[in-house]
């Protein structure tokens, strides 16, 4: 019965932390986007720690340049982005008109006879696209103004999250140490191993797999801007930032950035086939260099699961649930995988019961009378 009660004890936990999330996920997202932040900056300010720096003054140091960072963001950045995403949403229409008579004059000189059919399908398809990109561009528009840009979010992201970024740089250790402490003691070393394995793959992640987004997200805006494509910084941000889903981003922005070419330049085909070898490099670069030197093989999520957890959690909790999906992914990952371990070494699974432990002998019998000492006369 012991088992059972710790079993249920944890159940019962796990599922009061997902009902104060979902309760509490209109309020809580500066919070929980300072503790993400606070995770990525913590290496940081451990090695400023331990050049001598004191630990608050680290913490600012780290927090200040971080702010710069978003600051400048904010101000060369966002402005060219919100342009070309308006310029972009603008000539969406015409834009499609275009690619379909591209695809309405190859139709009608290879297929000759059955171009009816294909032209009636290419309408259909129009239309249902142009459908779909304006409920999609509404719910955007909603989901943005409810979950980011309502004036409380933001304030709350601006003032509070550097609060909280700045005193969980400064209280990160001594946290881990009082949580320690709180370990039931009888498996507070499998807890901390399971713990451990689950920051190798959280870190593995958010600190690995965000900095190659990065890096490819400047390749991609760099060099979609330099060969001319219309909206390529955009798209190369995008699809950048996009790739923290393995191939996922890649083939979405390789599709986006293609069609947004052809569109632009046919019939030279040309800068198609540039924009097609910037999205190859950028395979190469990410497959060959970028994640065996950064990201490592600790990560441990299927990219199946990735996704399929992303959508889970951004559905029950918003924005909030897209921050806490890959830790709780990660754990959820290790957990089962321990799971696992103990089920396929438990009899359970090999049908063999474990062997009875035998009673002890009387210590009479204990020991043979042929191998006793013999007594001296």
Known sequence: MRV??????????????I????????????????????YFLNP???RLARWGLPRGIAATL??????????????FLVPLLLTQ?????????????????????????????????????LDRSSNAIAENITSLAGFVAGSLWSQGRALFDFLSLLLVTPLVVFYMLIDWHPMLAKVDSWLPRAHAPTIRR?????????????????????????????????????YGLLVGLATGLMSFVPFVGWALGFITATTIAIVQFWPDAVPILIVVGIFAGAQVLDAGFLSPNIVGSKIGLHPVWLIFSLFVFSYLFGFVGVLVAVPIAAAIGVLVRFALKIYLASPLYSGIAPPT?????????????????PVSP
């Not at 780290?62 to 101000?75: H, K, R």
């Open 4 to 17: 059972e009660r710790q079993v249920l004890f944890w159940l019962s936990a796990g599922l009061v932390l």
């Open 19 to 38: 009902l104060l999330i979902a309760l509490l996920r209109g309020v809580i997202l500066p919070f929980v986007a300072g503790m993400v932040i606070a």
């Open 44 to 46: 940081a300010a451990d």
């Open 62 to 75: 780290m927090v200040a340049a971080f702010a710069c960072i978003i600051a400048a963001a904010l101000i």
């Open 85 to 121: 995403a308006q310029q972009f949403a603008v000539a969406l229409p015409d834009e499609i008109a275009r690619l379909r008579g591209l695809l309405d004059v190859w139709a009608r000189e290879r297929l000759g006879t059955h171009y009816p059919e294909v032209a009636a399908g």
């Open 194 to 230: 399971l713990a451990s394995e689950v920051n190798d793959a959280v870190s593995a992640f958010i600190r690995g797999q965000g900095t190659v987004c990065l890096v490819l997200s400047i390749y991609y805006a760099v060099a979609l801007g330099l060969m001319g494509l219309r």
């Open 357 to 373: 432990t035998l009673t002890a002998l009387p210590t009479a019998t204990a020991t043979s009378p042929s191998l006793e000492k």
